[in-house]
């Protein structure tokens, strides 16, 4: 069969890849769209960012059903239909997919479902239900993401232990549930599955869940867990793993000290995994780090000078809106402009209850680097706004610059700080000073206002909290 | 971590690196001087904030410096070398490590190539320049370092008018005829003279002028343009005060003064010019006010041999003699070692300028704005004077007063003079002796 020929190929259609399709289709490019799954949107869409919020809702209305009995207002024991919740949580999945299809079509992207191969750097071939077909192309875009790992020896095939994705599908609510890893994708389906009932216990290999963030910003997530779960194990490590009739049997090791335990299931989320396996890359001059990430440059060039990676096998931080930033950028550099991932401030958001975001330089990593930096605080137990719904425990953060009083950080902790993140992206990314942000007017009553106050409370003049100046007087 | 320049004070920021007393490899502790910087009004020795090892320098000797630049890297041999624990990577992290490869204009060789790095007001290595992503987009897509161009906005942060202005300056430095002098893009100045061939006539020598020179050149031909001046000579019979002198000398060396004339002078000039406020005040003609000063801090010209500095002596009319003479003696030496701060260059009310120790008689000083007078003085010698119809040998001091004559005129002037000789004439005993 004679190739067809493209002038960009991407690979996967996660955020990253129909972020790049759609991008170049719009700059005038011809592009096919290569997608192994029924459903285009990757894992985001499918099985990982979307599904997990739309869970994280479901589940917090029991929450809050049973926080509200102490303002006078009480509902019944919940009950739940486990089919009619997955449902609508697929409903969801299905519309979103849907619209990257229909998107995909009006921009003239040609969507085909199959597995690529690289037979070499120009030449993808594809594996569809109806039979084999080859493309060439000028510029490929590796879009191909991760998958959770899964430790070959807890790999027993029993479908009692689960990834992130078979955690989704909320096939039953366990009785028990182990959780294995405390980083995000631990922390919020352990949320989701404590919600709807589960006794969760919690192991993390290190002293601490969250790693990355800073101590303070953890601090009302792990007050949470400790509530919400029923055991939270931090220095813990897993050891052997058995299926014992309905039950994991479980082994860990707790500071030296070996204690078994049998759990209904088990959720196994300790990393993601590049998804670059049988796809033919040792025919191109692709090149791989020892995790199996593909190598790229600034301009998320590949060594292959043919081929672009972007996203989660392009290794750093996995996150979505990172893929669809590095989408762009590859898109600007193939079509011939300057552009480059060079000081790109990438948000994190953590879906726990409450939330926790946070941008640019982290207290931590000042430290680390011996940067020397003010940092200014706003609690919420000021914050009328998070009083009226009963969630003080949060807190509004600044790293600022102490000569220059730049804002080179913020972090934010408790409900909605996913949301309020952005407006600390903003301040970084332009360069904002503390000042900047203390004398933007921010509406009352909000969550907003937090950073407003915390800018404030860097000259020592927050109306609604006490803080020391840690500016020098001037002007 | 990085050690910048810290904030010089009031209206200073920036100089130019003349000593740098440290390298690469060094252990710096804290407090530790690091360079010498030269600006306007002085040498400061700025001294090091941090400690560790030093990784990285940033500057050479005649390197110009911007308040927060960064001089060196510091690396305490731990942070530097480990990671912080394994956990999820942050990017930016990972990506500045990316060089960027775009080439940019002034990495060519060009005229204009020194005078573009000076205007830098790099900012540390720490962070990337502070410009919007849309203004950070443009300079990728112009090939521009962003770290090279001066922001104007809050805290430093590049908007679109520095990115033109940077670019317009380029390009008149690139316009800019290929002379031996480097280009001077800055305000026109007076024209200078055209430039003769001195090495017609004979064999010459060239030397760069001190950037305290260029200061104290371009302040004197202000001030000579600026300043109506005159200059009101006298003389004052201090042979009677060198007895006093001769006296308390002894005491005042037991408790580690040296009594000099200057001291006397100080009370002198300060006794007087509390007769006299219009010799303490200064001019602000845009306001259309003089401004009287409840304070007298009396600058001292001294020379160094960089160029004459003027160290400030706060409340003269406050301290007791021995306390002035032992300032005195240290605002000199610190003055010769190069170590007064800029703190103490500000803020005088008055001047004295002493050529006694060198000897010379009269002279027309130049009056040191904002201030509206000076005082020279003279060495003194013994002269013949007529006193009750006899001749007497007498120890005269040359005085040589100048002032601004916009704000004072002459019989004022002549009025501050005859109380000035009767300061010295009269020097009260009650003064001098130690309690």
């Known amino acids: 069969m004679e190739p067809t020929h493209t002038e960009i190929v991407v690979v996967g259609a996660g955020p990253g890849g129909y972020a790049a399709a759609f991008y170049a289709a719009d700059l005038g490019k011809k592009v096919v769209l290569v997608e192994r799954d029924a459903r285009l949107g990757g894992v985001c869409l499918n099985r990982g960012c979307i599904p997990s919020k739309a869970l994280l809702y479901a589940a917090h209305g029991i929450t809050s059903a049973r926080e509200s009995e102490h303002r006078g207002i009480s509902f019944g024991p919940p009950t739940l239909d486990l089919a009619k919740l997955r449902a609508w949580k697929e409903s969801i999945l299905t519309r979103l997919s849907g619209g990257i299809e229909q998107l995909a079509k009006l921009r003239g992207v040609q969507v085909l479902r199959a597995r690529g191969y690289f037979e070499d750097s120009r030449t993808l071939r594809l594996e569809t239900e109806q039979g084999q077909q080859f493309i060439k192309y000028d510029h490929a875009i590796l879009a191909v993401g991760s998958k959770p790992a899964m430790p070959k020896a807890w790999d027993l095939g029993n479908p009692r232990i689960m990834t992130s994705t078979e955690a989704l599908e909320v096939e039953e609510v366990p009785q028990s549930l182990l959780v294995i890893g405390g980083g995000y994708i631990g922390m919020e389906l352990g949320t989701v599955y404590a919600s709807l009932g589960s006794k969760v216990v919690l192991v993390e290999a290190l002293d601490t869940i969250l790693a990355g963030a800073d101590p303070d910003l953890v601090r009302p997530i792990v007050a949470y867990a400790y509530k919400a779960f029923k055991e939270v194990r931090l220095n813990a490590k897993v050891g052997k793993m058995a299926t014992s009739g309905k039950h994991i049997k479980v082994e860990l090791d707790l500071d030296g000290q070996k204690q078994e335990g049998l759990y209904d299931r088990v959720l196994v989320s300790v990393g993601r995994a590049p998804n670059a396996d049988d796809m033919g890359l040792g025919n191109t001059k692709v090149s791989f780090d020892d995790r199996g990430f593909i190598h790229v440059d600034e301009k998320q060039q590949t060594t292959d000078p043919a081929i672009y990676a972007i996203g989660d096998i392009a290794g750093g931080v996995m996150l979505a809106h990172k893929a669809a930033k590095e989408a762009r950028i590859a898109v600007e550099v193939i079509v011939g402009e300057h552009s480059a991932f060079v000081d790109v401030t990438i948000p994190a958001v953590v879906f726990t209850d409450p939330e926790v975001a946070w941008c640019g330089l982290t207290e931590a990593e000042a430290k680390a680097k011996g940067l020397e930096v003010r940092v200014a605080k706003f609690p919420w137990t000021a914050s009328g706004r998070a009083l009226s719904f009963d969630r003080p425990e949060g807190l509004t953060k600044l790293i600022i610059a102490p000569d220059t009083e730049r804002i080179l950080g913020v972090g934010i902790v408790g409900t909605g700080a996913g949301e309020l993140i952005s407006e600390g992206v903003l301040a970084v990314e332009m360069g904002a000073t503390a000042k900047d942000l203390a004398l933007a007017v921010h509406p009352h009553p909000t969550l907003s206002e937090t950073i407003m106050e915390a800018a404030e409370a860097f000259y020592g003049q927050a109306t609604h909290t006490f803080a020391r100046r840690q500016s020098p007087l001037k002007d | ?435």
């Not at chain 2, 920036?14 to 030269?38: H, Y």
């Not at chain 2, 002028?209 to 003389?235: C, G, H, K, N, Y």
């Not at chain 2, 001047?351 to 509206?372: C, D, L, Y």
Request: hydrophobic share 40%; with cysteine.
């Open chain 2, 1 to 435: 971590m990085d050690l910048k320049l810290p904030h010089l004070g009031e209206g200073a920021d920036s100089g130019t690196v003349v000593n740098l007393f440290v390298k690469e490899g060094d252990r710096l502790s804290k407090g530790q001087p690091i360079l010498e910087l030269e600006n306007e009004k002085a040498v400061a020795t700025i001294p090091s904030s941090g400690a560790g090892t030093i990784t990285r320098i940033y500057v050479k000797p005649g390197d110009k410096l911007s308040v927060g630049q960064p001089i060196l890297s510091l690396g305490d041999g731990e942070s530097a070398a480990s990671q912080p624990p394994a956990a999820p990577k942050p990017p930016p992290q990972q990506r500045v490590e990316r060089a960027i490869q775009t080439p940019s204009p002034e990495q060519q060789p060009g005229p204009a190539g020194e005078a573009v790095e000076a205007e830098g007001a790099q900012a540390g290595p720490a962070a990337p320049p502070a410009a919007a992503p849309s203004i950070r987009k443009l300079a990728r897509e112009l090939g521009l370092d962003l770290t090279r161009v001066r922001g104007s906005a809050r805290g430093g942060r590049i908007v679109l008018e520095d990115v033109r202005a940077y670019i317009q300056r380029l390009q008149r430095l690139a316009a800019a005829p290929r002379g031996p002098g480097p280009a001077q893009p800055t305000a026109p100045k007076p024209k200078a003279a055209e430039p003769l061939d001195f090495s017609k006539w004979g064999p010459v020598s060239r030397k760069p002028l001190s950037s305290l020179r260029q200061v104290i050149a371009r302040r004197m031909s202000e001030t000579w343009s600026a300043v109506p001046r005159v200059t009101q000579f006298d003389e004052a019979d201090i042979t009677a005060l060198m007895e006093l002198l001769k006296r308390y000398a002894p005491a005042y060396e037991q408790h580690g003064a040296r009594l000099t004339l200057t001291s006397f002078a100080l009370k002198a000039v300060v006794d007087t010019l509390k007769k006299h406020p219009i010799f303490n005040s200064s001019l602000e003609e845009a306001a259309g006010e003089v401004v009287f000063k409840d304070y007298y801090h009396l600058g001292l010209a001294v020379d160094t041999e960089a160029g004459l500095i003027v160290p400030v002596i706060r409340d003269v009319d406050r301290k007791s003699l021995i306390d002035l003479s032992k300032e005195l003696e240290d605002l000199a030496r610190k003055a010769r070692d190069r170590k007064v701060s800029l703190e103490e260059l500000k803020g005088g009310t008055f001047t004295i300028s002493n050529q006694g120790g060198i000897g010379s008689a009269h002279f027309t000083p130049i009056v040191n704005q904002p201030e509206v007078a000076i005082l020279g003085l003279g060495r003194a010698a013994a002269k013949a004077v007529v006193r009750q119809n006899t001749i007497q040998p007498r120890l005269m001091l040359p005085l040589c007063l100048s002032y601004d004559h916009r704000l004072i005129d002459g019989a004022a002037a002549a009025r501050f003079t005859v109380d000035l000789v009767q300061a010295f004439e009269n020097f009260q005993e009650e003064a001098v002796k130690l309690t």
